[in-house]
T-cell receptor
Framework: KAGVTQTPRYLIKTRGQQVTLSCSPI?????VSWYQQTPGQGLQFLFE???????NKGNFPGRFSGRQFSNSRSEMNVSTLELGDSALYLC????????????????FGPGTRLLVL | LAKTTQPISMDSYEGQEVNITCSHN???????ITWYQQFPSQGPRFIIQ???TKVTNEVASLFIPADRKSSTLSLPRVSLSDTAVYYC??????????????FGKGTKLSVIP
């Protein structure tokens, strides 16, 4: 099976612009989650989508949004970019929804590295 | 919200057993602990998951004491290819089916020949 793919892999934007990142999950996986990884804050959960519905959201401002399509592919959008949004954005897919209890293994993609100038 | 603390870095010689501990205060009885491994330019990769006592798979063991204030990832006989950053994740159940995911800041393991 092909793994999780993310496009683009690298992106340079300037402050105030917006950006859209794409994630294609493993075939058959219906849950897609997004994470932000920075040297200072580490890995932080952004949100999870399952069957085109956002199930949970981390503590990020409304500038961060996402959506999921009927084929389970997901996009993440960041509007009005700030310097602090420079990060590695990771998506992960899972066959079943995430939970606070036992959960199916999440499979991460290689990430999109975003640099905001 | 659980808070997790891990050592920033660790060094080990090849062939030794490595234990990486993650401290997590006020986690609930059913909160799960998961460990991930991450190599440069790659996304994290699942290693092991559990919520009490001991879990073992083909690559690692996870020990969680009765007070559940910490968990220890044990890697038997490490090799150079185990050089990576290791993250613990606490998954907590919230109200109405919600959950919270809290990652540790990661432990950079360097395996020395």
């Amino acid at each position: 099976k092909a793994g999780v793919t993310q496009t683009p892999r690298y992106l340079i934007k300037t402050r105030g612009q917006q950006v859209t990142l794409s994630c294609s999950p493993i075939s058959g996986h219906r849950s897609v989650s997004w994470y932000q990884q920075t040297p200072g804050q580490g890995l932080q959960f952004l949100f999870e989508y399952f069957s085109e519905t956002q199930r949970n959201k981390g503590n990020f401002p409304g500038r961060f949004s996402g959506r999921q399509f009927s084929n389970s592919r997901s996009e993440m959008n960041v509007s009005t970019l700030e310097l602090g949004d420079s990060a590695l954005y990771l998506c992960a897919s899972s066959p079943t929804p995430l939970a606070g209890t036992y959960q199916e293994t999440q499979y991460f993609g290689p990430g999109t590295r975003l640099l905001v100038l | 919200l659980a808070k997790t603390t891990q050592p920033i870095s660790m060094d080990s010689y090849e062939g030794q057993e490595v234990n990486i501990t993650c401290s997590h205060n006020n986690i609930a009885t059913n909160d799960y602990i998961t460990w991930y491994q991450q190599f440069p330019s790659q996304g994290p990769r699942f290693i092991i998951q559990g919520y009490k006592t001991k879990v073992t798979n083909e690559v690692a063991s996870l020990f969680i004491p009765a007070d559940r204030k910490s968990s220890t990832l044990s890697l038997p006989r490490v090799s150079l290819s185990d050089t990576a950053v290791y993250y613990c994740l606490v998954a907590s159940t919230g109200g109405a089916g919600s959950y919270q995911l809290t990652f540790g800041k990661g432990t950079k393991l360097s395996v020395i020949p």
